[in-house]
């Protein structure tokens, strides 16, 4: 993978930065589109912006001149290296309830993230906790990962270039979706995926026992893209035994067999929190914690949030 560092300079428009790649992609999307609108007749023109992958800018960024170029960005005092389009969900404004939930809240000593991408939550409890260990299959979304470890020092940040799942040592394919750098999933191909990998797998009840995780100050954040029900089913031990908060990422077809399986652990599921198009955020939180200090915080700013909440407390 070629890597560049781009200018440091970033263009701010309430809140969210436009670093200086994803600009250069934006205006010659759209550069592209207004010349096959001029030289194409109109009964060619979906034909033509198809084959030239500039159908929606999503596609185009999977296989533009600027793919392989890394953007220096910077949150909350943190240095992260970033794909252009990337580079959005590294803006204040990306889950800025979830972020102060788990950084100005819960803040627990141990912080697992599945999911991690290039690790923007993992760097940032990182400050707060005492360990972080995070699985990130796609190799690409790894080695920016690893840099982003890096270049602010953290030595309490364990990567690991795993899939969770609901076995050990398996070895499941992974589409990937490098418009967005290297998200993956297993389970669905995005619309502009471009590649294939294999991914070696591993169960959350596997890394807590092999990391000796005996603490139940426990957040397991899970971002899965659809995997989550797979990912859950190998983590029945350590929820069982450690009863750790968490934060997963759910996809709408899969939130009744969700619920159904919190449910049968005693857990009470909070959300949604975001609508994006197919899935929302929850917090899933085990019944006998809300009395606990940091859960009736977190309870109680939910609330505020106007997130709504599956039973009032």
Not at 193 to 215: E, N
Request: hydrophobic share 40%; net charge positive.
């Amino acid at each position: 993978m070629r890597i560049e560092v781009s200018l440091t300079k970033y263009y701010r428009a309430s809140n969210l930065i436009f670093s200086p790649g994803f600009l250069s992609n934006l205006i010659l999307y759209f550069y592209m589109r207004l010349i096959t609108r001029l030289i194409s007749p109109p009964s060619r023109r979906s034909y033509v912006r198809e084959k030239l992958h500039i159908h929606n800018f999503s596609a185009f960024c999977s296989r533009s001149l600027f793919r392989g170029v890394l953007d220096s960005v910077k949150l909350n005092g943190l240095k992260f290296r970033t794909t252009p389009f990337a580079s959005l969900n590294l803006s204040t404004i990306h889950e800025p309830i979830e972020t102060h939930a788990l950084t100005k809240i819960l803040r627990p000593r141990l912080f697992i993230d599945v999911g991690a991408h290039i690790g923007r939550y993992s760097l940032l409890m990182a400050r707060t906790s005492e360990r972080v260990i995070c699985l990130e299959p796609s190799p690409e979304a790894y080695q920016i990962l690893l840099i982003n470890i890096s270049l602010n020092r953290l030595k309490n940040v364990v990567p690991l270039n795993l899939a969770a799942w609901d076995a050990d040592d398996e070895v499941i394919s992974f589409h990937l979706e490098r418009s967005v750098g290297g998200r993956s999933s297993a389970v669905r191909k995005p619309e502009n995926s471009c590649d294939t990998v294999k991914a070696r797998t591993i169960t959350l009840d596997t890394v807590t026992k092999g990391f000796g995780v005996s603490s139940n100050d426990l957040v397991i954040k899970i971002d899965a893209e659809l995997a989550e029900t797979h990912v859950l089913r190998g983590a029945q031990r350590t929820l069982k035994e450690l009863r750790p908060i968490l934060m997963v990422e759910i996809f709408r077809r899969n939130l009744e067999w969700c619920r159904g399986f919190f449910e049968n652990l005693n857990y009470e599921v909070i959300g949604p929190i975001n609508n994006y198009p197919y899935a929302d955020n929850y917090f899933c939180i085990p019944e006998e914690k809300f009395d606990e200090t940091k859960v009736r915080e977190l309870v109680a700013y939910l609330r505020d949030a106007k997130v709504p909440l599956s039973s009032p407390r």
